[in-house]
């Protein structure tokens, strides 16, 4: 019986160090095998690692057939609704990514937005808005911290006539009071996502919520540090009034899985952001499956994983 985990990992994004990654979960590895080493334990100077280690254990202990949480997901009974990724570009390619997004039947777009020129970037949501009105399709944008503490606010006006439902990250992580006074009275609502990334502390995690107060925050698992420590965001969230949502960070079929599984659980209504594993052209074969703005588990599709277990 096999427990099997994905270790989540963007370099630049992910805390491990890219050149030391491989030697560390080799070590962890080793470690573990030869019974020095509890695989509940934290590591949180490596939280990716903790990811694979938390969903490979709870894979174990409930059979090793990877269903760690089961639900009318699981049971192929229910799809996760998710929303549209729009991928930078050109105008006309953004355009036409939105108009297969909505052909699919999404009705929530997230669009990347900071790497573009400014008006080109108010021209594509405009665009959006005049086939859409805000009461058929919901707009996100993800700033990804592209725009310094000065700019954001004028390019969060130029985008809020347009009935926004949120921005995440309108400014790089760790700029806490400049994050503050964007979410103490914004023009469009605030998400934090890269914010999240690297506390590792309950303390911390605490006092960063407790600063910033968002009005949404981005729980990405792989990144994070696993499900125990998502469920503290959540937490820390609800204790705000704050509303979150889950996000893939381009795992393989093997960590969307997991993700999926544990969001849906969770019982959610609001459109999730994973659907980033399905642009891979050679995953993993699995049971997952995109069915227009569903992401859906398909019992009767087998998982084809030998080759990753012979390893």
Same mark, same amino acid.
């Given at each position: 019986?096999?427990?099997?985990?994905?270790?989540?990992?963007?370099?630049?994004?992910?805390?491990?160090?890219?050149?030391?990654?491989?030697?560390?979960?080799?070590?962890?590895?080793?470690?573990?095998?030869?019974?020095?080493?509890?695989?509940?334990?934290?590591?949180?100077?490596?939280?990716?690692?903790?990811?694979?280690?938390?969903?490979?254990?709870?894979?174990?202990?409930? *059979? /090793?057939?990877?269903?760690?949480?089961?639900?009318?997901? #699981?049971? /192929?009974?229910?799809?996760?609704?998710?929303?549209?990724?729009?991928?930078?570009?050109?105008?006309?390619?953004?355009?036409?990514?939105?108009?297969?997004?909505?052909?699919?039947?999404?009705?929530?777009?997230?669009?990347?937005?900071?790497?573009?020129?400014?008006?080109?970037?108010?021209?594509?949501?405009?665009?959006?808005?005049?086939?859409?009105?805000?009461?058929?399709?919901?707009?996100?944008?993800?700033?990804?911290?592209?725009?310094?503490?000065?700019?954001?606010?004028?390019?969060?006006?130029?985008?809020?006539?347009?009935?926004?439902?949120?921005?995440?990250?309108?400014?790089?992580?760790?700029?806490?009071?400049?994050?503050?006074?964007?979410?103490?009275?914004?023009?469009?609502?605030?998400?934090?996502?890269?914010?999240?990334? *690297?506390? #590792?502390?309950?303390?911390?995690?605490?006092? %960063?919520?407790?600063?910033?107060?968002?009005?949404?925050?981005?729980?990405?698992?792989?990144?994070?540090?696993?499900?125990?420590?998502?469920?503290?965001?959540?937490?820390?969230?609800?204790?705000?009034?704050?509303?979150?949502?889950?996000?893939?960070?381009?795992?393989?079929?093997?960590?969307?899985?997991?993700?999926?599984?544990?969001?849906?659980?969770?019982?959610?209504?609001?459109?999730?952001? %994973?659907?980033?594993?399905?642009?891979?052209?050679?995953?993993?074969?699995?049971? %997952?499956?995109?069915?227009?703005?569903?992401?859906?588990?398909?019992?009767?599709?087998?998982?084809?994983?030998?080759?990753?277990?012979?390893?």
């Amino acid at each position: 019986m096999t427990g099997l985990g994905e270790v989540s990992f963007i370099p630049g994004l992910s805390v491990e160090d890219p050149d030391e990654i491989e030697i560390q979960l080799d070590h962890v590895c080793k470690l573990i095998s030869k019974g020095e080493m509890d695989p509940g334990q934290e590591l949180p100077s490596l939280p990716g690692i903790q990811f694979a280690l938390e969903s490979a254990m709870i894979d174990l202990d409930r *059979g /090793g057939k990877r269903i760690l949480f089961r639900s009318d997901f #699981t049971a /192929g009974k229910a799809g996760i609704l998710i929303n549209g990724l729009i991928w930078m570009g050109d105008r006309s390619y953004m355009k036409k990514q939105i108009s297969d997004k909505l052909d699919q039947g999404f009705r929530v777009l997230k669009l990347k937005v900071g790497a573009m020129k400014p008006e080109e970037e108010v021209e594509v949501v405009a665009w959006i808005r005049s086939e859409y009105d805000s009461g058929d399709l919901e707009i996100r944008l993800d700033a990804n911290g592209a725009w310094s503490p000065e700019e954001a606010p004028v390019r969060m006006s130029q985008f809020a006539k347009f009935g926004i439902h949120s921005i995440e990250q309108p400014i790089g992580a760790g700029q806490l009071q400049e994050m503050a006074a964007l979410c103490s009275d914004p023009v469009i609502p605030v998400a934090l996502d890269e914010e999240l990334i *690297g506390i #590792t502390s309950s303390e911390e995690r605490h006092r %960063l919520m407790e600063q910033i107060k968002p009005a949404y925050i981005i729980l990405k698992p792989g990144l994070l540090g696993g499900f125990s420590v998502a469920n503290e965001w959540i937490q820390f969230a609800n204790q705000l009034g704050a509303d979150w949502w889950v996000t893939s960070a381009l795992e393989s079929s093997v960590g969307l899985n997991a993700i999926a599984q544990w969001t849906c659980q969770l019982g959610v209504s609001m459109p999730q952001g %994973l659907g980033t594993g399905m642009i891979y052209s050679n995953n993993i074969h699995s049971p %997952l499956l995109m069915e227009q703005n569903r992401l859906w588990y398909r019992p009767e599709r087998e998982w084809k994983l030998q080759s990753i277990i012979d390893q």
